[in-house]
């Protein structure tokens, strides 16, 4: 007698377990009783998840139209999917394991769960479909922690935009209010002279120029910096080629300064990159070291290669920086005190272009500088591979 108990003991301390098991699990498990999906429950933390209880029948390919799973809706990317596209019923047609698919479930109250299931099929011993099952894990936190991210992505967004406008409209506003004061005071003369019309009119198109210099670089900040990575274009870039041209280029504006401009051994790296980008990158600091330059002093060009990287240094013995603005050179619109009251013409952009070219590049830039003695700008960018 007791013999024979034993098998039915063990099925039911089986069942036990497996009960205990489903009530314990913190995802959802869905099983079918057949291959038509028509009746289909769950584990207690699924039932719940769904607004559902024990018995309820979870099914949305249930016939019956009263049943309580008929007031739940399943999306995948915001389009309605039908009975027939959930995972248990595809795996069953399909005879795979069919996902992890995302699918958001409007609950009966209207609230919604967002979950990502996997469906597979449960076979017989003769390897026959029998029913299916489906594992369903909740992504609804981790759907309202990426969508608390990107707001307040988006709020930061926003609000360095607005500065940007502001900072810009001021900075836009400088150069139109001298002009203006040139021009008032030019019809308020009583007789025109012609040198101090003369001095008039290089004040005002001193001005157009810096306006026209601070709109092509705005213009280079905005709108090509919002689709700078579909617009670079990268290919081969022989870093010496590029810089002693640069250099060439400069060599008129450094002739008046009586300032020297040394290469000192350019390796002959390649590098991936956009050419007009890097051109302007490596033009503005160059720039730089000459305007802040000091008068019959020099400009020291060198790099090395380090690590699969290529470190330019451009070295001058200039005004340097002090302590108090280096952290702030490569914000948008920064200048010094000294730069802005000796108005060399600058936009306060220069640097603010270079960081952002470095950076689309995957590389860096840094300053080390010393008030009185110089600075040296490094511009680090990686190699082609
Ligand atoms: N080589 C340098 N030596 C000393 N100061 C520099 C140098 N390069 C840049 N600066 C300082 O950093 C500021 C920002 O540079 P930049 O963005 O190129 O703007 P801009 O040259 O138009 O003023 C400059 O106004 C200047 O005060
Ligand atoms: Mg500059």
């Keep these: 007698m007791n013999k024979k108990l034993q098998p039915k003991q063990k099925l039911l301390e089986s069942a036990q377990r497996l009960n205990a098991l489903m009530k314990a699990l913190p995802v959802g498990i869905t099983f079918s009783t057949d291959t038509t999906c028509e009746y289909i429950t769950g584990n207690p933390y699924l039932l719940r998840k769904l607004e559902m209880v024990r018995g309820d029948n979870i099914s949305i390919s249930a016939l019956d139209d009263n049943v309580v799973s008929r007031k739940l809706r399943h999306f ?6 039908t009975g027939a596209e959930m995972p248990m019923q595809r795996a069953i047609a399909e005879n795979k394991q069919i996902g992890p698919l995302e699918i958001d479930v409007e609950l009966p109250s209207g609230k919604h769960w967002v979950m990502e299931a996997i469906g597979a099929p449960v076979h017989d011993e003769m390897g026959n479909v029998v029913a299916s099952v489906a594992v369903n894990v909740d992504l609804t936190e981790r759907k ?11 709020i930061e967004e926003e609000k360095q935009k607005n500065e940007f ?13 001298i002009i203006k004061g040139n021009v008032d005071l030019a019809l308020r003369a009583k007789s025109y002279e012609a040198k ?25 900040l905005t709108i090509e910096g919002n689709n700078f990575q579909r617009k670079i274009n990268p290919h081969k870039v022989q870093i010496r080629e590029l810089i002693n041209r640069i250099v060439k ?3 008129t504006l450094a002739k008046k300064k009586s300032i020297e401009i040394h290469i000192k051994h350019l390796t ?3 590098l991936p990159g956009d050419e007009r980008y890097l051109e302007k990158l490596f033009s503005n600091i160059i720039t730089n070291a000459i305007l ?15 690590d699969g990287k290529i470190h330019i240094d451009i070295r001058d013995d200039g005004v340097g920086i002090s302590k108090k603005d280096s952290p702030h050179i490569f914000d948008r619109f920064y200048r010094t005190e000294s730069s802005r009251s000796k108005n060399i013409g600058g936009t306060g952009l220069g640097l603010a272009i270079v960081k952002w070219i470095a950076k689309a590049h995957g590389g860096s ?3 080390v500088s010393r008030e009185n003695v110089g600075s040296t700008f490094t511009v680090t960018l990686p190699l082609l591979q």
Aim: a neutral charge; glycine letters at 6%.
């Design 76 to 81: 995948i990317n915001g389009r309605q999917i």
């Design 144 to 154: 309202r922690a990426d969508e608390a991210n990107r707001l307040e992505r988006l």
């Design 165 to 177: 406008i502001a900072d810009a409209t001021h900075e836009l506003r400088t150069p139109l209010a």
């Design 196 to 220: 101090s019309m003369r001095e008039t009119l290089n004040a005002i198109d001193n001005e157009v120029l810096h306006l026209d210099k601070l709109l092509s670089d705005l213009t280079l």
């Design 249 to 251: 280029r400069h060599q």
């Design 268 to 270: 002959g790296a390649d």
């Design 292 to 306: 802040y330059g000091k008068v019959g002093g020099s400009v020291r060009i060198s790099d090395k290669k380090l």
């Design 365 to 367: 830039v840094t300053v």
